[in-house]
């Protein structure tokens, strides 16, 4: 007899989900947990395979609206959470949130969602931003229990009234730092190899070429940190659909010539290992995962001061923040850092002790654990550990 806690993951968006899923699967205690992945064709069968008991791709899931398509995702997975009967139905992300919500709509079967950023907070229309809320509201009374991935997200729920906040439980993102150590360790890329000079003082970011990411931002401060740093590199690790705007800009401010864009990458961390400071000046962020890899990587961080990001960022404790589209306030930051080596190295440390303490995927899956089988009824009524930094 099987008598493990059997978790049904309903996940249609990839991206950063994918990973945060990766990592989170592979550290759940196999023997106390069946894991099964029902997901978009955006999802790989090969990187779960080790992970996860069973991988059902749903084709009907796409990200765009579509309500003939949609309506048979719900009912495909409908007709999984039948077959499989699982103990809790995880779903991840607006669109496998609204789906597997749906799909387990009168089943008996405990609903756990994580929004992984609310969809109604990102800067759009009004109009979509409005319906997104309606549907979260809506959805909010077939939810058993949120995970909310910063105090952040949970404190806009609160005062949008999605839900109600005692089901509301903050377990922050996390990373792998053992494997992203292991990989800096092991890469062989050089700055040569992406044609950067030998002695550049490198400042990078990652992240797509997206209005979110504030790519535009990031170009205008490096013009402006070049007139104090002669040494200074820029790269960009990603890419997106600003791309040609974005080496336009750089062309006419004059610093095309010190600007690398690598472009998509299945490693990031093989780049991110050459930089001499890591900057995130994002316009909105739900929690900016990326600055827990460049606090494992000991690198000194730049960031705006923005939605989530103070959650994982103390201003002159592990990182300085800045206001956000603000290219000379984000270019005096790392102009002070250059300048003030007691500085760098304080930020360093104490991002090395923070990404230790709280951001591991270690501590996120035992949380996870601990909550899932709190909420399955399964093992008695233990609390998980759930941590708050700089929480109001």
């Known amino acids: 007899m099987n008598n493990r806690i059997r978790l049904m993951h309903v996940v249609e968006c990839a991206g950063g989900v994918d990973r945060y899923l990766r990592m989170l699967t592979s550290r759940m205690d196999r023997e106390r947990f069946e894991q099964i992945l029902v997901c978009s ?20 899931m796409q990200n765009a609206l579509s309500p003939s398509k949609d309506g048979a995702a719900v009912k495909r997975v409908r007709v999984l959470i039948r077959q499989w009967k699982p103990d809790v139905v995880y ?32 800067k759009g229309s009004k109009v979509k931003s409005w319906i997104y809320l309606m549907i979260e509201r809506t959805l909010a009374y077939v939810t058993d229990q949120f995970v909310m991935i910063s105090n952040y997200e949970k404190m806009l ?35 040569r190899d992406i044609g950067i000079p030998e002695d550049a003082y490198v400042i990078g970011m990652v992240g797509r070429i997206s209005p979110q990411k504030a790519p535009d931002v990031f170009i ?52 991110m290992k050459l930089f001499d400071q890591a900057v995130l000046l994002s316009r909105w962020e739900g929690f900016g995962l990326v600055l827990a890899e460049y606090m494992t990587l000991e690198k000194p961080i730049v960031a705006t001061a923005v939605d989530a990001i103070p959650d994982l960022i103390t201003d002159y ?10 290219p000379e306030k984000a270019a005096a930051a790392i102009c002070e850092i250059y300048e003030n ?35 399955s009824g399964r093992g008695g009524n233990s609390e998980p550990s759930i941590f708050y930094l700089n929480a109001a």
């Not at 906040?165 to 092991?186: S, W, Y």
């Open 41 to 60: 064709d955006d999802f790989r069968r090969e990187e779960y395979e080790d992970y996860v008991d069973e991988f059902v791709q749903v084709h009907e």
């Open 91 to 122: 779903c991840h992300s607006s669109k496998g949130g609204g789906i597997g919500r749906l799909a387990a709509l009168g089943l008996g079967v405990k609903v756990m969602y994580n929004p992984h950023g609310w969809a109604f907070s990102m």
């Open 317 to 326: 404790e592990n990182g300085l923040l800045v206001e956000s589209n603000s």
């Open 220 to 271: 205008r401060m490096a013009a402006e940190v070049v007139k104090r740093i002669s040494k200074a590199w820029f790269v960009i690790v990603g890419d997106g659909e600003q791309r040609e705007e974005i080496l336009a800009l750089a062309e006419q401010l004059g610093i095309a010539d010190r600007l690398t864009i690598t472009g998509w990458t299945d490693n990031p961390i093989d780049y």
């Open 341 to 375: 080596k007691e500085l760098k190295f304080k930020l360093i440390n104490n991002g090395k002790m923070r990404v230790n303490a709280f951001f591991d995927i270690s501590r996120v899956a035992n949380e996870h654990e601990r909550l899932i089988v709190k909420i």
């Open 157 to 191: 729920a609160v005062q949008r009234h999605v839900g109600r906040a005692d089901r509301m439980k903050v377990i922050f993102n996390g990373v792998d730092t053992e494997n992203i150590r292991k990989i800096a360790a092991l890469s062989m890329i050089s700055k």
